[in-house]
């Protein structure tokens, strides 16, 4: 239910050159798979190693609900960002369950707020 009152305060923000991938990043760091849920596209595409689902945003939230578990975030940091006004991606680094992984997120404009599109996590050598 919080995720449900924070979006309308983050959806307003983004109207303003707000960030979208500052929550995301927050929400990656610290493995809470529903408020980044919020985030979600109705149907998005997530991708955990070699598996690929395109998913519903609540089969997506339970699919990173199991990887938070198997695999605890110490950190997550974007180093790097690009896209146009209406689409845009980031690449980070998460470190969870003494691994790290690279993490690439997509991100869609939908009527007025950008929604994630994809998420594909790989693990870095």
Known sequence: MAAAFLLPLESAAQNKGYDVFTPISKYMACGDADRLSAWFS????????????????NQARQIMKSFFKSYTPRSFEISHKAGRSNMKYALG??????EMFLVTIFVNLKDT???IQQIKIERLD
Not at 44 to 56: D, M, P, Q, R, V
């Open 42 to 57: 109705d149907n998005l595409e997530i991708t955990i190693f070699t598996t690929s689902n395109n998913s519903s945003s």
């Open 93 to 98: 680094t998460l470190n969870a369950g003494g």
């Open 113 to 115: 707020d950008y929604r």
